[in-house]
């Protein structure tokens, strides 16, 4: 009976945790609007700070991996969480850029604490009851998206009386989180476990470098660009609707939006992707990168304020709920095709891409910004991300395409074989040109 209860209020705990932890609640939606109107600080230094934090992701994942090893669960994330409230008391007290550009360092450190290792935790809650697993992150994960978009509103509202106070709101959810985890329930023995996953039995399906090299980099390279330049545009979005006079109150409410729009496309993504299949990926670049290129067009073109407004809310939605599902649809592909060390190791390089390409699309988004204006760097950078992005995503869609065809021989024969989510049409199509082959 102890045991039951430990386990369900580990469970509630885990869920307040990570609603609390999983990103930066009240911080983003302000984080422009604070820096450039309290702090006085330039939009170019905003992307600056944004390309040293990157920057910091990928320098400190390997020494900080190392050192989660010999600390136990809780205590790496009673250190994620100290370094969050560290980073919001430094960021609400400097107003000098290069002190706020160093210490950006307990911000990487905080988010790389709480994401490795809130999946360590979920681990021990669950045991070996993996079927609660999804489940659970499931109810996580929603009710930090709900949070998270009345934040952006309650956030956006108390700017108007001052700017300060949802920081001290979130500094003091900060302490309750880190409170939490002296309730947990762990044996020593699971508080111990490596962050990394157990792969002292398994071997890798395939070799990470062999036939599936190009596979590989083309996985890296739309991590790089793509996602690495999702991090700038929406930064470009918030820069935007700040230099066309949008007030704190209406930008809350459009983040709300987002988040919510965002939240219901992780609902439906399953059913999207059963639906199309191998052209799931490229629609939802596709739509991406047109909303981007709208939001350029939108810049350089004389229009009220309420024109601008609209669309790049719009903008700022489609942004959102094109970019969750991208990343839940790639690790989903990975995971189909990596397995043992080769799947950690793909985890790895492309969380590297991710960053790397977010800090180098910042720090060029800076320089532009500030020789030129916002305008400039987000066409010059839609241009590069086009040019970069496209090539890789022509080349993983065909692969997967082959891939398909590939398995479908192998569910005729009776042979196992890698293969990836196929959509009914793609089936039916794929066995057609089967067949017209064998009849040639």
């Given at each position: 009976m102890d045991k039951a209860n430990d386990q369900k209020r580990n469970k509630i705990l885990y869920v307040l945790f990570k609603t609390i932890t999983y990103d930066l609640l009240f911080y983003y939606t302000l984080e422009t609007m604070f820096l450039t109107l309290v702090k006085g600080f330039s939009f170019s230094q905003v992307f600056l700070i944004t390309s040293i934090d990157l920057f910091f992701v990928i320098v400190l994942a390997l020494p900080l991996n190392f050192i989660f090893k010999r600390v136990s669960i809780l205590?790496?994330?009673?250190?994620?969480?100290?370094c969050f409230f560290a980073y919001i008391l430094i960021f609400l007290l400097t107003n000098n850029i290069y002190v706020l550009?160093?210490?950006v360092i307990f911000k990487s450190i905080g988010n790389l604490s709480i994401s490795i290792n809130t999946t360590s935790l979920l681990d021990v809650i669950i045991g070996n009851d993996k079927d609660q697993t999804s489940k659970l992150e499931g109810k996580a994960t929603a009710a930090w998206w709900v949070f998270e978009a009345v934040s952006a509103v309650v956030a956006g509202c108390f700017f108007q009386i001052d700017p300060f106070v949802s920081y001290y709101i979130y500094m003091a959810m900060l302490v309750l989180a880190f409170a939490a985890t002296f309730f947990f329930k762990i044996n020593k023995q699971d508080n111990y476990v490596s962050s990394q996953p157990n792969i002292e039995n398994k071997q890798p399906k395939i070799n990470l470098f062999g036939k599936y090299k190009k596979l590989v980099i083309a996985i890296i390279i739309l991590a790089f660009s793509f996602w690495g330049a999702a991090e700038m545009f929406e930064s470009g979005a918030k820069t935007f609707l700040q230099e066309i006079g949008t007030d704190s109150v209406i930008l809350g409410w459009i983040y709300f939006a987002a988040k919510m729009f965002t939240a219901t496309a992780n609902l439906l993504m399953h059913h999207a992707?059963?639906?199309?299949?191998?052209?799931?990926?490229p629609v939802l670049i596709g739509v991406f990168f047109t909303s981007v290129l709208l939001m350029c067009i939108t810049y350089f073109i004389d229009m009220s304020f309420m024109a601008k407004l609209i669309i790049v809310s719009i903008v700022v939605c489609i942004m959102y709920v094109a970019r969750n599902p991208y990343r839940i649809s790639m690790k989903s592909t990975m995971t189909h095709c990596f397995d043992g060390l080769a799947l950690e190791k793909m985890f790895s390089y492309y969380f590297i891409a991710e960053n790397l390409g977010g800090a180098i699309f910042a720090f060029i988004a800076s320089f532009i910004v500030d020789k030129l204006n916002l305008g400039w760097a987000l066409l010059i950078c839609?241009?590069?991300?086009?040019?970069i992005a496209v090539p890789a995503l022509v080349f993983y869609v065909k692969y997967l395409n082959q891939t398909n065809r590939d398995k479908i021989k192998a569910e005729q024969t009776e042979s196992e074989q890698i293969g990836f989510p196929i959509a009914e049409a793609d089936k039916v199509q794929l066995i057609a040109d089967e067949s017209i082959n064998n009849e040639k």
């Amino acid at each position: 009976m102890d045991k039951a209860n430990d386990q369900k209020r580990n469970k509630i705990l885990y869920v307040l945790f990570k609603t609390i932890t999983y990103d930066l609640l009240f911080y983003y939606t302000l984080e422009t609007m604070f820096l450039t109107l309290v702090k006085g600080f330039s939009f170019s230094q905003v992307f600056l700070i944004t390309s040293i934090d990157l920057f910091f992701v990928i320098v400190l994942a390997l020494p900080l991996n190392f050192i989660f090893k010999r600390v136990s669960i809780l205590n790496r994330l009673r250190i994620g969480t100290l370094c969050f409230f560290a980073y919001i008391l430094i960021f609400l007290l400097t107003n000098n850029i290069y002190v706020l550009c160093a210490l950006v360092i307990f911000k990487s450190i905080g988010n790389l604490s709480i994401s490795i290792n809130t999946t360590s935790l979920l681990d021990v809650i669950i045991g070996n009851d993996k079927d609660q697993t999804s489940k659970l992150e499931g109810k996580a994960t929603a009710a930090w998206w709900v949070f998270e978009a009345v934040s952006a509103v309650v956030a956006g509202c108390f700017f108007q009386i001052d700017p300060f106070v949802s920081y001290y709101i979130y500094m003091a959810m900060l302490v309750l989180a880190f409170a939490a985890t002296f309730f947990f329930k762990i044996n020593k023995q699971d508080n111990y476990v490596s962050s990394q996953p157990n792969i002292e039995n398994k071997q890798p399906k395939i070799n990470l470098f062999g036939k599936y090299k190009k596979l590989v980099i083309a996985i890296i390279i739309l991590a790089f660009s793509f996602w690495g330049a999702a991090e700038m545009f929406e930064s470009g979005a918030k820069t935007f609707l700040q230099e066309i006079g949008t007030d704190s109150v209406i930008l809350g409410w459009i983040y709300f939006a987002a988040k919510m729009f965002t939240a219901t496309a992780n609902l439906l993504m399953h059913h999207a992707e059963k639906k199309l299949g191998l052209k799931f990926l490229p629609v939802l670049i596709g739509v991406f990168f047109t909303s981007v290129l709208l939001m350029c067009i939108t810049y350089f073109i004389d229009m009220s304020f309420m024109a601008k407004l609209i669309i790049v809310s719009i903008v700022v939605c489609i942004m959102y709920v094109a970019r969750n599902p991208y990343r839940i649809s790639m690790k989903s592909t990975m995971t189909h095709c990596f397995d043992g060390l080769a799947l950690e190791k793909m985890f790895s390089y492309y969380f590297i891409a991710e960053n790397l390409g977010g800090a180098i699309f910042a720090f060029i988004a800076s320089f532009i910004v500030d020789k030129l204006n916002l305008g400039w760097a987000l066409l010059i950078c839609f241009v590069a991300t086009i040019c970069i992005a496209v090539p890789a995503l022509v080349f993983y869609v065909k692969y997967l395409n082959q891939t398909n065809r590939d398995k479908i021989k192998a569910e005729q024969t009776e042979s196992e074989q890698i293969g990836f989510p196929i959509a009914e049409a793609d089936k039916v199509q794929l066995i057609a040109d089967e067949s017209i082959n064998n009849e040639k």
